[in-house]
């Protein structure tokens, strides 16, 4: 089964900064899929950014990029020019690649609380 | 479309009284899931259904618990007898086939409290 592990429970930075996100995950697949998700306050998971495995290129998302390292199985997210708007609990997920039944459900690490600091 | 859509947004119960929550999908969405969120944690799965047919069910559904996709469009999740231990938030998700790499469309989720 795969697991996805997020060890900072918070993080903090200074509005405008940039600010990294750690998720390592553990899966014995060649392909999947892999995901930042955003949920503010209001609760709504909102997808931030996405990455195929299969593809080597870093997934960038106006401010939002990711540092997908495969052999390392981590797939970490960096925040450019923090806003206020940015303050969320950021979910990492892993979704396998192929889906025979069984295999639809995504997997969500433990989550990083964001604060950003005006 | 004004994405998923769940109700309530909040539920307090008494132990043991049976709860219904209901989930609309984005309209052309033939895939729904079911996750719960303790506080704390991350959303876990719960089950997932493509059109009407229920094809997966987590081993953290009990048999208290009963999820239906009567026709294909909404879905009702179902705890009877419930435990402070199902005091969580029900977050439903949607998504096309063909179009999962792309992620879930979230709702908002019912929040459920059992005292």
């Known amino acids: 089964a795969q697991t996805v592990t997020q060890s900072q429970p918070e993080m903090s930075v200074q509005e405008a900064e940039t600010v990294t996100l750690s998720c390592t995950y553990d899966?014995?697949?060649?392909?999947?899929?892999l995901f930042w998700y955003k949920q503010p306050p209001s609760r709504q998971m909102i997808l931030v950014i996405r990455q195929e495995a299969y593809k080597q290129q870093n997934a960038t998302e106006n401010r939002f990029s990711v540092n997908f390292q495969k052999a390392a199985k981590s797939f970490s997210l960096k925040i450019s020019d923090s806003q206020l708007g940015d303050a969320a609990m950021y979910f990492c997920a892993y979704r396998s690649f192929q889906a025979p039944f069984g295999n639809e459900k995504l997997t969500f690490g433990t989550g990083t609380r964001l604060t950003i600091i005006p | 479309d004004t994405g998923v859509s769940q109700n309530p947004r909040h539920k307090i119960t008494k132990r043991g009284q049976n709860v219904t929550f209901r989930c609309d999908p984005i309209?052309?969405?033939?895939?729904l899931y079911w996750y719960r969120q303790t506080l704390g944690q991350g959303p876990e799965f719960l089950t997932y259904?493509?059109?009407?047919?229920?094809?997966?069910k987590s081993r953290l559904l009990s048999d208290r618990f009963s999820a239906e996709r009567p026709k294909g469009s909404f879905s009702t999740l179902e705890i009877q007898r419930t435990e402070q231990g199902d005091s969580a938030m029900y977050l439903c998700?949607?998504?096309?086939?063909?179009?999962?790499?792309?992620?879930?469309?979230f709702g908002s989720g019912t929040r459920l409290t059992v005292v």
């Open positions: 259904f493509q059109n009407e047919a229920q094809l997966e």
């Open positions: 309209s052309e969405h033939n895939r």
């Open positions: 899966t014995s697949e060649s392909d999947y899929y």
């Open positions: 998700a949607s998504s096309l086939t063909g179009t999962q790499g792309h992620g879930y469309t």
